[in-house]
């Protein structure tokens, strides 16, 4: 019997499990797909994620940073946002007093650094290449597999991701929306030494953004309508750079396109984070529009205080009865408090900075363009803007 079972070993479920074990809880941890073995030959993945500083922290923390980082990331110190080329806002890491603003790593590096953490610790089990199958709850949660196997344990964690079906198992429902537009991601390899700047532009058509990856490669990010996007993927890879050169500003430097995908867009929040005793985290309790990387930080944010709500109950109730029914709710309950706010007001902001610049509407434009010129020179503001978006500040 396990403490903690986890269904999904993607990036936040992963650094749960890593987080649990060092509370001293047997866990559990299931995941479908067990990520490929990292080879320094393998050409970028096509998903990356902006680690921000509070995830990088919490990674170090959990051990997996070192092992991260023995692979290949791209650190960066420099933002830059704008509408119009005379309307920018730059960001730095200096401004701030910090070495760098976070790293651009592909998903699947952070996945197997937990990994390499995880393969550390004695008090996780982890069922690799297996799916979920049912999931059936009294006061002891039995999860079967796909292949017959079943996993007892007191608790069960959803990190499932957008679709998880720990959720739907437990009958929460959710709110939210698919968004009209949809995110084409071109990884690129260019003529230039590795970059330590990031930069979006606001078009009326909707953002399109560069991501700096390790040594010489990048990721593009093009927010389209569905029928442009897979008009887009279908072009031959020159005439995809013919269209990504008409459409991007000249910071961008030469690069030939390696390879291009495309994600939907869809903004949804679990209406509840806990239901007796499973606990949602990560994309499983929300997801949100990626146009400033906040989604998989946002679920390292949940586990930092989820892990801290449970440990301060742990410290007066001790393992066992920290996890009877009667005690969950306390905890996860806590967990719910803090994180519900923080995760809607990061959705709302980023659906209302979505519908202020993806328009040609001429007041908005001026506005958002003075908006901008003015943050660039506020001092105080920026900063506080930048410690939110590198999560140092809730
Ligand atoms: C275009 C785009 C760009 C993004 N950029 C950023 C960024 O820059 N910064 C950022 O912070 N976030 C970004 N995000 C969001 C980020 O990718 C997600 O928030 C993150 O992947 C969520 O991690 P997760 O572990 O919660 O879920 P997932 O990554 O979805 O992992 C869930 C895991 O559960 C497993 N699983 C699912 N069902 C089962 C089952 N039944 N049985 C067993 N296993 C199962 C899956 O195989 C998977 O490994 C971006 C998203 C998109 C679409």
């Given amino acids: ?39 320094a030959s393998q050409e970028p993945d096509k998903r990356v994620s902006a680690i921000n500083l509070h995830s990088e922290q919490l990674l170090n923390k959990l051990g997996a940073w070192q092992f991260i980082q023995q692979m290949r990331v791209c650190v960066y110190r420099r933002l830059s946002v704008w509408d119009e080329e005379s309307c920018r806002t730059d960001f730095s890491c200096q401004s701030i007093g910090k070495s760098h603003l976070g790293h651009i790593i592909e998903n699947r590096i952070v996945q197997l650094g937990l990994l390499g953490a995880i393969e550390k610790t004695s008090n996780i089990t982890c069922f690799w290449d297996h799916k979920v199958d049912s999931i059936q709850s009294e006061n002891v949660t039995t999860i079967k597999l796909n292949n017959g196997v079943k996993v007892n344990s007191k608790i069960v964690v959803g990190a499932d991701g957008g679709n998880s079906l720990v959720r739907q198992m437990a009958n929460i429902g959710v709110q939210g929306w698919q968004y009209n537009q949809q995110a084409l991601a071109i990884n690129i390899k260019t003529n230039t030494p590795q970059q330590d700047i990031t930069w979006q532009q606001f078009t009326p058509k909707g953002p399109i953004a560069y991501l700096p990856l390790y040594d010489s490669y990048g990721s593009l990010v093009w927010y389209n309508h569905a029928k442009d996007v897979q008009h887009l993927k279908n072009l031959t890879k020159d005439k995809l750079k013919q269209e990504i050169l008409k459409t991007f500003p000249d910071d961008l430097v030469d690069f030939d396109v390696l390879s291009v995908t495309s994600f939907p867009l869809t903004r949804m929040h679990a209406n509840q984070y806990s239901k007796h005793n499973t606990v949602l985290v990560g994309d499983a309790a929300h997801t949100i529009n990626p146009l400033a990387g906040q989604g998989v ?35 996860m309950a806590s967990y719910e408090k803090r994180r519900r706010k923080h995760n809607l007001s990061m959705m709302s902001g980023m659906d209302l900075l979505y519908a202020a610049f993806s328009n040609d509407v001429a007041p908005l434009k001026l506005i ?5 010129k003015l943050a660039n020179r506020a001092g105080l503001l920026k900063k506080q803007a930048l410690k939110y978006a590198i999560g140092l500040n809730e």
């Fill in 1 to 39: 019997m396990f403490d903690f079972s986890i269904v999904g070993g993607g990036m936040v479920g992963a650094t749960m499990a890593l987080g649990l074990n060092e509370l001293g809880f047997k866990v559990a941890l299931i995941e479908a797909n067990k990520p490929k073995e990292f080879e």
């Fill in 297 to 331: 930080n946002l679920g390292f944010k949940d586990i930092a205080v989820l892990l801290e709500e449970l440990s301060k109950k742990l410290d007066t109730l001790g393992h066992t009865k920290v996890l009877e029914p009667a005690n969950q709710h306390t905890w």
């Fill in 368 to 372: 958002r363009n003075l908006g901008l």
